[in-house]
């Protein structure tokens, strides 16, 4: 069993920052990539963000990029999610992912491990 715990979502501002944070525990953490996904309200989960293994490679949606950073911390089995900028269509539950794979991937259906989500609100 895999379990994934993410923390962090909130309340902000439009232009502030928020870090999310994704505990990871059951298995071997360092071994496979991660991903981060999000779903607004009335649309389905997409891709936002995800990192391999060995932490060499990283994809941003086109949406996120230049202003999420996905990082991993493998001592600590916790992938984070450093988002700045933030905009009104970020507003969104996100959710943290553990794929089946060691090399990052943007397919949703290649991971297999999903925490709860958790609440990220931009207000204007």
């Known amino acids: 069993q895999v379990q994934l715990v993410e923390s962090g979502g909130g309340l902000v501002q439009a232009g502030g920052s928020l870090r999310l944070s994704c505990a990871a525990s059951?298995?071997?953490?360092?071994?496979?990539?991660m991903g981060w996904f999000r779903r607004a309200p009335g649309k389905e989960r997409e891709f936002v963000a995800a990192?391999?293994?060995?932490?060499?490679?990283?994809y941003y949606a086109d949406s996120v990029k230049g202003r999420f950073t996905i990082s991993r911390d493998n001592a600590r089995a916790t992938v984070y999610l450093q988002m700045n900028s933030l905009k009104p269509e970020d507003t969104a539950v996100y959710y943290c992912?553990?794929?089946?794979?060691?090399?990052?991937?943007?397919?949703?259906?290649?991971?297999?491990?999903w925490g709860q989500g958790t609440q990220v609100t931009v207000s204007s």
């Open positions: 059951g298995r071997t953490f360092s071994g496979y990539a």
């Open positions: 992912a553990r794929s089946r794979y060691s090399i990052a991937t943007m397919k949703e259906n290649e991971y297999e491990y």
């Open positions: 990192i391999s293994a060995n932490v060499i490679n990283t």
